[in-house]
């Protein structure tokens, strides 16, 4: 509403559409007040025991724990200072997500993506469980993983979005809550990344290597611009149960958030982070994402790695002259110390067995000293294989005439596509982070993407090893062709067979954003000519990432379609087990594959060639699915889609009141509401039944999607708020039940209120000349002003009737704002006044 007055107007504000401002981004030694960690609900032991270890440290000590050394040329890729004489070591930090790299005689797992795939909880803490047995036995104290929710994957053309969960943020959430939860039980530090808003490769710069694009030089990294309603209901979810689950480290990212860089925005460390989600941990920056000294200290970071260029001897400098405050670098170094002691590992943990350098190429030696080729693989393969399995998703099956899957009537069977052999050069083409070249170079079967996600493999089990070693029991000919790019030998090979399998892939890596979404190295072409001379075409898709497959899916002849995503180095017996029918598929999609590229959102990817690079998420939280909902957008496959070789019928779904306390969480948040009780109170529970009505056992994960009104939100059209994955007989009929928090039911985030589950209808705005005195002042002022009476006389009134539409009682926060005519040099909108009410 807007209501001339005097060349100025007055707005009723009562949405969340304002941004994170960039004018309050920087903290001051004049200014910075904390906030300093205490130990939150869960550390208070580990707490007193750093108080009192610091307590002992001189100043140089104390930065030796907060800065890194040796540049990643020590054992390990990151490395701080020790302090023997108080029993503190150097902290070996190591990637990551899909398990240690770069090291030999260790597991290369599963990506994120592909266990959040299986919407299995069980298996994404046994995974991450596994993961940590593994960097322990290695001595790393701090595992880089998991990839929480930067990128979250708000455009499938990101480069990384394969070493995250999902796209949605609730899976994503629940798969950093275990995930976190697995590592940390098991001794090792969590580093949940990369905190915030890093959702492209393309300008992310790194401080020591800024890029150039198109012969220009680019100082500065990509800004990523969101409001805080955005902020809080998308991005920042699965870093929220990342603290819940008590990580003991965040890494800060290479982007900038509003215009400040990423490890020095007082507003989303200290104030959120630190402050609003009470995180008791210590933020780290990812390698060489500092770009100063005091912004980076007073902004909220408390570790930078790997040490060139920044802290150090600077730091011991700015604490003495008093431009960090000495209580600053003490709580830097309580938040290092706390989850060390709180995990136990000042308590017998291993030492470092292995040298980083140089592991993954071609000339590596097994006496590279410092290396002990510890074997810390146990029988994880067994977890890698049932997670490649379990995450399987079947996209199309067509059994008429036999054909699909499974493959029990198939005598000559022909192979294709160099994704179902090995890398010809070896496994250590690629080196230790998968960095294999593009372009039709034949790199093998993709089991990982690239980059310090990947983890170097001990071996990989082919998908043509894996359908080969079924030969035998099925009475099985097998042929194969492990070319992509001889189309006429494909074609004779495809004539002969009764089944053809199609392996094509897409590889995604760090530092690289993606072109386009299509399938690789002349995919597209080998499955539609393989298509046209096979009438039981079976496609199998390596990728961890969206493809687009409308150029060839509803071909007549392609029976079924199968996404595989980036299974670890079990992927050739996995995937046998899918086409044989040893396996009942049950996976689901992740993310929403689109029929056309121009079907997600635009503004995906921002590649313009400028010095100063923002891109504005201007779709707000419709991000994969939910874009496609509020669009009326039809999609090829639908988020949380996956066939099945039975079906399953649902029965009896009932929603009750359930009020209780929570029960989960490790730390508490601080993070403001409204309501009643906490945001983590139990309020509802939905049950309902699942019937397995096919002929064989099956899977199946039930999924839960709230929505409101349209017209008392702006939220998307529905949201995923529960999952529950049961295995069912033929025959059999289970129980799934969904437990919603009061976080869950609720549908937006305002400023200066926080999370809010009911919803307000304002009417009848009227505005009064209402001249008097003023009603309120102790001491008058003899502020000079040019109008008649003085500045505090009442000058109009505002008045409005507000109802509370939603479903419970509570609070509203009215706020008027003043906005002026363009031609001022005011601000946009500046607050006037406000009004806090309690509403049945």
């Given at each position: 509403?807007?209501?001339?007055?005097?060349?100025?107007?007055?707005?009723?504000?009562?949405?969340?559409?304002?941004?994170?401002?960039?004018?309050?981004?920087?903290?001051?030694?004049?200014?910075?007040?904390?906030?300093?960690?205490?130990?939150?609900?869960?550390?208070?032991?580990?707490?007193?025991?750093?108080?009192?270890?610091?307590?002992?440290?001189?100043?140089?000590?104390?930065?030796?724990?907060?800065?890194?050394?040796?540049?990643?040329?020590?054992?390990?890729?990151?490395?701080?200072?020790?302090?023997?004489?108080?029993?503190?070591?150097?902290?070996?930090?190591?990637?990551?997500?899909?398990?240690?790299?770069?090291?030999?005689?260790?597991?290369?797992?599963?990506?994120?993506?592909?266990?959040?795939?299986?919407?299995?909880?069980?298996?994404?803490?046994?995974?991450?469980?596994?993961?940590?047995?593994?960097?322990?036995?290695?001595?790393?104290?701090?595992?880089?993983?998991?990839?929480?929710?930067?990128?979250?994957?708000?455009?499938?053309?990101?480069?990384?979005?394969?070493?995250?969960?999902?796209?949605?943020?609730?899976?994503?959430?629940?798969?950093?809550?275990?995930?976190?939860?697995?590592?940390?039980?098991?001794?090792?530090?969590?580093?949940?990344?990369?905190?915030?808003?890093?959702?492209?490769?393309?300008?992310?710069?790194?401080?020591?290597?800024?890029?150039?694009?198109?012969?220009?030089?680019?100082?500065?990294?990509?800004?990523?611009?969101?409001?805080?309603?955005?902020?809080?209901?998308?991005?920042?979810?699965?870093?929220?149960?990342?603290?819940?689950?008590?990580?003991?480290?965040?890494?800060?990212?290479?982007?900038?958030?509003?215009?400040?860089?990423?490890?020095?925005?007082?507003?989303?460390?200290?104030?959120?982070?630190?402050?609003?989600?009470?995180?008791?941990?210590?933020?780290?920056?990812?390698?060489?994402?500092?770009?100063?000294?005091?912004?980076?200290?007073?902004?909220?970071?408390?570790?930078?790695?790997?040490?060139?260029?920044?802290?150090?001897?600077?730091?011991?400098?700015?604490?003495?002259?008093?431009?960090?405050?000495?209580?600053?670098?003490?709580?830097?170094?309580?938040?290092?110390?706390?989850?060390?002691?709180?995990?136990?590992?000042?308590?017998?943990?291993?030492?470092?067995?292995?040298?980083?350098?140089?592991?993954?190429?071609?000339?590596?030696?097994?006496?590279?000293?410092?290396?002990?080729?510890?074997?810390?693989?146990?029988?994880?393969?067994?977890?890698?294989?049932?997670?490649?399995?379990?995450?399987?998703?079947?996209?199309?099956?067509?059994?008429?005439?036999?054909?699909?899957?499974?493959?029990?009537?198939?005598?000559f069977v022909a192979v294709f596509g160099q994704d179902a052999g090995p890398n010809p050069d070896g496994l250590l083409y690629c080196g230790s982070d998968n960095r294999c070249t593009a372009g039709h170079t034949n790199n093998g079967t993709n089991s990982v993407g690239g980059g310090s996600g990947a983890a170097y493999a001990p071996y990989i089990i082919t998908p043509l090893e894996g359908i080969q070693s079924?030969?035998?029991?099925?009475?099985?000919?097998?042929?194969?062709?492990?070319?992509?790019?001889?189309?006429?030998?494909?074609?004779?090979?495809a004539l002969i067979a009764d089944t053809s399998i199609v392996f094509t892939y897409a590889y995604q890596t760090e530092s690289l954003d993606r072109d386009n979404l299509t399938a690789w190295s002349n995919g597209d072409a080998l499955i539609k000519t393989v298509a046209a001379e096979c009438n039981n075409t079976i496609v199998v898709i390596h990728s961890g990432q969206q493809i687009l497959m409308d150029d060839?899916?509803?071909?007549?002849?392609?029976?079924?379609?199968?996404?595989?995503?980036?299974?670890?180095?079990?992927?050739?017996?996995?995937?046998?087990?899918?086409?044989?029918?040893?396996?009942?598929?049950?996976?689901?999609?992740?993310?929403?594959?689109?029929?056309?590229?121009?079907?997600?959102?635009?503004?995906?990817?921002?590649?313009?060639?400028?010095?100063?690079?923002?891109?504005?998420?201007?779709?707000?939280?419709?991000?994969?699915?939910?874009?496609?909902?509020?669009?009326?957008?039809?999609?090829?496959?639908?988020?949380?889609?996956?066939?099945?070789?039975?079906?399953?019928?649902?029965?009896?779904?009932?929603?009750?009141?359930?009020?209780?306390?929570?029960?989960?969480?490790?730390?508490?948040?601080?993070?403001?509401?409204?309501?009643?009780?906490?945001?983590?109170?139990?309020?509802?529970?939905?049950?309902?039944?699942?019937?397995?009505?096919?002929?064989?056992?099956?899977?199946?994960?039930?999924?839960?999607?709230?929505?409101?009104?349209?017209?008392?939100?702006?939220?998307?059209?529905?949201?995923?708020?529960?999952?529950?994955?049961?295995?069912?007989?033929?025959?059999?009929?289970?129980?799934?039940?969904?437990?919603?928090?009061?976080?869950?039911?609720?549908?937006?985030?305002?400023?200066?209120?926080?999370?809010?589950?009911?919803?307000?209808?304002?009417?009848?705005?009227?505005?009064?000349?209402?001249?008097?005195?003023?009603?309120?002042?102790?001491?008058?002022?003899?502020?000079?002003?040019?109008?008649?009476?003085?500045?505090?006389?009442?000058?109009?009134?505002?008045?409005?009737?507000?109802?509370?539409?939603?479903?419970?009682?509570?609070?509203?926060?009215?706020q008027l704002y003043l906005s002026y005519p363009a031609q001022t040099n005011q601000p946009l909108r500046s607050l006037r006044g406000f009004d806090k009410l309690y509403l049945k």
């Open positions: 509403m807007r209501s001339s007055l005097f060349a100025a107007s007055l707005a009723l504000y009562f949405d969340a559409s304002l941004a994170l401002s960039g004018g309050r981004r920087q903290a001051t030694n004049s200014t910075w007040s904390g906030p300093l960690a205490d130990g939150g609900s869960a550390w208070k032991d580990a707490f007193a025991r750093a108080k009192e270890v610091v307590s002992q440290m001189t100043l140089e000590e104390k930065v030796s724990i907060t800065t890194g050394v040796g540049s990643g040329s020590n054992l390990c890729a990151g490395n701080t200072g020790a302090v023997p004489r108080l029993n503190i070591p150097a902290f070996c930090l190591q990637d990551g997500p899909a398990g240690v790299r770069p090291a030999d005689f260790a597991s290369q797992f599963p990506a994120q993506v592909t266990v959040a795939a299986t919407w299995d909880r069980e298996l994404i803490y046994e995974r991450a469980a596994a993961i940590a047995d593994e960097f322990k036995g290695k001595g790393v104290h701090v595992a880089l993983a998991p990839v929480t929710g930067g990128p979250l994957g708000r455009s499938p053309l990101g480069g990384r979005n394969w070493e995250g969960f999902s796209a949605d943020p609730y899976l994503s959430s629940i798969g950093s809550y275990i995930t976190v939860k697995g590592i940390q039980d098991r001794g090792v530090v969590a580093t949940s990344k990369h905190y915030s808003l890093y959702e492209q490769e393309t300008y992310r710069n790194q401080r020591l290597f800024p890029p150039r694009y198109n012969g220009t030089y680019h100082p500065l990294p990509i800004s990523s611009d969101v409001d805080d309603a955005t902020f809080h209901e998308t991005y920042l979810l699965s870093f929220v149960e990342a603290v819940r689950a008590g990580t003991g480290s965040i890494m800060c990212s290479y982007n900038r958030v509003n215009g400040s860089h990423a490890c020095e925005d007082d507003y989303t460390l200290n104030q959120i982070l630190k402050g609003e989600l009470d995180y008791q941990g210590y933020v780290m920056s990812d390698w060489y994402a500092q770009w100063t000294n005091v912004g980076a200290a007073l902004g909220g970071m408390d570790m930078t790695m790997p040490g060139t260029g920044f802290w150090g001897t600077d730091l011991v400098a700015l604490v003495n002259n008093g431009t960090v405050p000495v209580n600053r670098l003490d709580d830097m170094v309580h938040r290092i110390l706390m989850p060390y002691y709180a995990l136990g590992q000042d308590k017998g943990f291993p030492s470092v067995q292995y040298n980083t350098s140089g592991i993954g190429s071609q000339t590596y030696l097994a006496l590279n000293p410092g290396n002990t080729n510890v074997n810390v693989q146990g029988d994880h393969y067994k977890l890698i294989r049932k997670i490649g399995e379990e995450s399987t998703t079947l996209l199309k099956n067509v059994r008429s005439n036999g054909g699909g899957i499974p493959l029990k009537k198939s005598k079924r030969t035998a029991a099925n009475e099985t000919q097998v042929n194969w062709m492990l070319n992509d790019w001889d189309l006429e030998t494909a074609r004779t090979n060839w899916v509803e071909h007549p002849n392609i029976t079924a379609v199968i996404f595989a995503y980036y299974p670890g180095q079990e992927t050739g017996n996995a995937i046998a087990s899918i086409l044989y029918g040893e396996v009942n598929p049950s996976g689901k999609l992740p993310f929403t594959i689109a029929k056309s590229a121009s079907d997600y959102p635009p503004n995906g990817i921002f590649t313009e060639n400028v010095t100063d690079p923002h891109i504005v998420f201007e779709e707000g939280n419709l991000v994969d699915y939910r874009w496609f909902d509020a669009k009326n957008i039809t999609p090829r496959f639908e988020f949380g889609f996956g066939l099945s070789l039975t079906t399953f019928d649902y029965d009896n779904v009932k929603i009750q009141s359930t009020p209780g306390k929570p029960t989960d969480g490790i730390q508490l948040t601080k993070e403001p509401f409204d309501g009643n009780g906490t945001l983590y109170d139990v309020a509802y529970t939905v049950t309902a039944s699942i019937k397995n009505s096919g002929s064989i056992n099956g899977c199946e994960v039930a999924q839960l999607y709230l929505s409101y009104p349209a017209s008392q939100t702006t939220q998307p059209v529905r949201s995923l708020r529960g999952f529950d994955k049961q295995c069912l007989n033929k025959g059999e009929t289970k129980t799934v039940t969904f437990k919603f928090d009061a976080k869950n039911v609720t549908p937006r985030f305002e400023l200066g209120l926080g999370m809010s589950y009911r919803t307000f209808n304002y009417s009848n705005i009227e505005l009064q000349s209402t001249c008097g005195k003023p009603t309120d002042g102790v001491q008058l002022t003899k502020k000079p002003f040019d109008g008649n009476a003085t500045l505090y006389d009442i000058a109009y009134t505002i008045t409005t009737s507000i109802t509370n539409t939603g479903s419970v009682p509570g609070y509203e926060v009215v």
